[in-house]
């Protein structure tokens, strides 16, 4: 059975994505026992793919036994895996969490197919990850895309139906992008199959076709990560989809599209065919990447709704991502895959206790914050802690994934990019300290003047349910843990870093 | 307005013809003989043009032809929306389930070979039952699809 793992991995949350809705009508409660361990089963399967991976090297499974190229490939190397694991543990955290807060935020008669909605959007990010053909990168970006603009309008605001509309007209044009370059290169090579596309390649670069199938690539795949100025998507999508949905898209959704850049960029492309190129790409995607760091920050320091805040301050977090892409060296692309896994846990974090927040009180609004961290303190102790780390104080993983960006920089001698760091990292730690002063030294409405007995009434701690509370605080301590034990992630990036750049 | 929301038949005025109207006996008549057409692309779709997809096609069509002639309530007492749903999960089930079978039968995902002794009748065997799988999805999907557009209320 261990060798049909890396098939298994989508098999077993597709099939159950359609299980799912004939066993909620036996019992609304089954669909979520079913998708709780299915999603634990992905993220236990991720961890043995890991280890055969440490251990023996590159996975190859041929679907229905056809060789590849002529058949479909999955692939399993240390970026997969890397991506993989992120992917799993994050939609596993998010189905605990779902219980309590999707019967409160959708209606509890629409959870089945709310699960099932989500297991397909699982299989689909996984799918991405896993497979070794272009065109089924495609395909399983449409299927996670159109789960997801579902799972987005799902949200109890009437914004959410806009906001899922626009997503996917965004998300449409990204794909049908892709769909293009795709077409082109297979116009050009006649194969699909990535590791055998990069072989046909290299003698086609000078052609017209490959560049503008590359030039479409970059487009739909910049759509895709939300890369600054065609991230318009983004921000609506994370504030009104239902509040487990904005952690995990947030934490996985974004990322795939940035583990398809890399492998578009660096496995299909090479940087040998950026060197063919008559202009730097490299150079554009930094100077889309500084923007993006900038606006972002810049557009979260004038939010007033704290989803929406965490939302623009995902758009800057994606140009460190791109940043470390745009480096082209090991130590770059070390610090962008980090800044996947790190900014997944910080990011994660942080949308699921607002989430507790939203599932108690209501509260969307940075002001209507105040003195929750009396009333919720567990909840607001893991906000902060992933604040810290969205800041980069030390021993946190934001601060993880700068230093290596930083490091990066400086060793290709673009120390210019040290003060752009430094001044989004001083950004974030305004519009957080914001979040921070309002939950923890201000009291809350209409208690300011109010006498010692009233305080002690309003202030009683209503936390959030446990099984909202454990996957919170779970993802919050792995910001610390991977802080602390950088070098287990950072090894793992470093030979992915190596693949791509071999 | 107030008059066509009353009508709990959701199909617009018109359209409904009813047994009695001479279009209505005609394409009564025509419906088990498209589902047979359908039937027939779906099994002939292994060796030649066709295949689960269009055979789909045709089935939804059928039922859809129906739903145009009597109305959204004939339709539902027809095929409710319940077995509908159930169909298509059972679609998607029949295909993975037979890559699962694959695997269990000691071969790759969908490696239709291992399905009987000899491969060549493994692999005629796998792939009718895939057709069959799609064949089922795809109907189940496009009724739903036409059900869901159709219906008169924003429950």
Sequence with gaps: MIKHLPVLVIAIPLLAAIIIPIAGRINRVLSWYIATAVTFICFIISLSLLQTVLNEGRISYWMGGWEPPFGIEYVVDHLTVFVLIIVSFMAFMGTVYAKKSIDNEIGPHRTPIFYAIYLLFVTGLMGIVMTGDIFNIYVFLEITSIAGYTLIAVGKKRQSLVAGFNYLIMGTIGATFILLGIGYLYLMTGTLNIADLANRLPELYQTSAVITAFAILAIGLSIKVALFPVHIWLPNSYTFAPSVISAVMAATATKVGAYAMYRILFTVFTPAFFASLGFQVAHVLLVMAVIAILAGSILAVSQKDIKKMLAYSSVGQIGYIVLGVSLMTVTGLMGSMLHLLNHAVMKGSLFLAVGAVVYRYGITSIEGLRGMGKKMPVTMAAFTIAALSMIGVPLTVGFVSKWYLAVASIKVGMWYLIPVIMISSLLTAVYFWRVIDNIWFKAAEGEEHGHGHAVSTGTKAVEAPLSMLVPTLTVAVLCIVFGVLAFAPASLAEQAAMILLK | ?155
């Excluded at chain 2, 009353?6 to 003989?33: A, H, Y």
């Excluded at chain 2, 079978?101 to 291992?114: E, H, K, R, S």
């Excluded at chain 2, 493994?122 to 739903?144: P, Q, R, S």
């Design chain 2, 1 to 155: 307005m107030s008059k066509r929301t009353e009508q709990t038949d959701s199909v617009p005025e018109g359209f409904v013809v009813g047994q009695e109207n001479i279009i209505g006996r005609q394409m009564t008549l025509l419906i088990p003989f498209v589902q047979l057409f359908g039937l027939y692309v779906i099994a002939h779709g292994e060796l030649g043009p066709g295949g689960g997809f269009q055979g789909g096609v045709l089935l939804g069509v059928s039922i859809i032809l129906y739903v145009l002639l009597y109305g959204q309530e004939a339709g539902y007492s027809r095929l409710t929306q319940r077995t509908n749903d159930v169909l298509v999960s059972a679609g998607v089930f029949i295909y993975g389930g037979i890559g699962v079978l694959t695997i269990l039968l000691g071969g790759n995902y969908l490696q239709y070979g291992v399905l009987a002794a000899d491969p060549k009748l493994g692999n005629h065997l796998g792939i009718v039952g895939i057709e069959v799988g799609i064949g089922i999805a795809v109907a189940a999907v496009m009724i739903t699809l036409f059900n869901e557009t159709i219906r008169r209320d924003d429950a």
